[in-house]
Each structure stands twice: as structure tokens, then as C-alpha cells.
């Protein structure tokens, strides 16, 4: 059983910065990609950041450059550092991430997504 675990978030002004983690653990072969997405209320759920295995990343356009994504291979954890956090910015962060595991000597890859974490920036 594979399960993505977050950390962080939580409530801060307009200006500030929050961390948040989000760690993989079980029956793991290896982690592809990893990312965080958002869901406001009353919103659909929106890429934020992506980052490949290399260290290649992706951004939603609404956070380039206040947001960055980063991950430990070996921790199989993704970080997502937010800065210059706006009121819009509030919304529950769900992890993402495609990870590969053996079934019967076979690998399989499956997407999984963390439990998310709220997010409240007040003006």
C-alpha cells in the first residue's frame, strides 16, 4: 500500500512564505514525476507545479516566480516553497505523484494523491 503524506500549510498574510512537504511511503519501486495541485471553493482543481525525476519542473502560470518545487529522490519527498503568497493563493494542496511497484514481479505505475492541506492567506 502506497500513501502520500503532507505536511505545512496553514494560515499566513498577504507578503509571507509557507513550506510544504509531502513524503511517499510503502511497497515503492521508484516515483516519476511529483507535483502539487490546488482546489479552491467552488474552483476546479488547478496544476501548481510539477517536477520530473531529473529535476525538470512546470509551473501554473499563477505562481511562476513566487513559487518553487524540489524533491529529495532518496526521501521520496517533494517540496513546494511558497513566497509572496496572495489571498488567491488560498486553497486545499493535494500532492500528486506517479509511482512504480512490483505486483507479482511485474511493475506497475499508478497515480496517487495525498490527502491535502490547507492553505489561507488573509489580506
Known amino acids: 500500500q502506497v500513501q502520500l503524506v503532507e505536511s505545512g500549510g496553514g494560515s499566513v498574510q498577504a507578503g509571507g512564505s509557507l513550506p510544504l512537504s509531502c513524503t511517499a511511503s510503502?511497497?515503492?519501486?521508484?516515483?516519476?514525476?511529483m507535483g502539487w495541485f490546488r482546489q479552491a471553493p467552488g474552483r476546479q482543481r488547478e496544476l501548481v507545479a510539477l517536477?520530473?525525476?531529473?529535476?525538470?519542473?512546470n509551473y501554473g502560470d499563477s505562481v511562476k516566480g513566487r513559487f518553487i518545487i524540489s524533491r529529495d529522490n532518496a526521501k521520496n519527498t517533494v517540496y513546494l516553497q511558497m513566497d509572496g503568497l496572495k489571498p488567491d493563493d488560498t486553497a486545499v494542496y493535494y500532492c500528486?505523484?506517479?509511482?512504480?511497484?512490483?505486483?507479482?514481479?511485474?511493475?506497475?505505475?499508478?497515480?496517487?494523491w495525498g490527502q491535502g492541506t490547507q492553505v489561507t492567506v488573509s489580506s
Open positions: 500528486n505523484a506517479d509511482i512504480w511497484t512490483s505486483v507479482g514481479g511485474s511493475a506497475t505505475m499508478t497515480n496517487y
Open positions: 510503502g511497497r515503492i519501486v521508484e516515483i516519476s514525476g
Open positions: 517536477i520530473d525525476r531529473g529535476g525538470n519542473t
